[in-house]
């Protein structure tokens, strides 16, 4: 039997409502390989810097500069566990007389004084 206009519109409308869906689930598959694919690669740098460190027996850390004014050196310890790594000289911006106060000097100027007229 012959499908009526209403049928096949309807039909129609239900097929439409199909390729979206289609179209929804292949976007959202993207979506997915995309966030697996970049867990995969933060997993594979992580096992690079790993066994690097492993071969050479270094790794990159996270370290700090302590500057203190009464040495010409600056301290450089381990952020994790305060351990001094080595000296370094200063740097010419971190030597005393390269510091700035954060205000410059005002000039001599003395308001007039009052007319006494």
Same mark, same amino acid.
């Given at each position: 039997?012959? $499908? ?6 309807? =039909? ?9 869906? $289609? ?6 598959? %993207? ?14 740098? %992580?096992?690079?810097? =790993? ?12 370290? $700090? +500069?302590?500057?203190? +004014?009464?040495?010409? =050196?600056? +301290? ?42």
């Amino acid at each position: 039997m012959r $499908l009526s206009e209403i049928e096949t519109q309807a =039909l129609g409308a239900e097929l439409a409502a199909a390729q979206r869906q $289609l179209q929804l689930a292949r976007e959202e598959r %993207k979506i997915t390989v995309a966030e697996i694919a970049a867990r995969m690669l933060a997993s594979q740098q %992580k096992i690079a810097e =790993l066994t690097d460190a492993i071969i050479t027996g270094y790794r990159e850390m996270a370290v $700090l +500069r302590i500057v203190t +004014r009464d040495s010409d =050196l600056a +301290r450089i310890i381990r952020a994790d566990t305060n351990e001094t790594v080595r000296y370094e000289p200063l740097r010419p911006e971190e030597r005393q007389d390269n510091l700035a106060f954060g205000f410059e000097e005002a000039p001599d100027e003395r308001p007039e004084p009052p007319d006494e007229r």
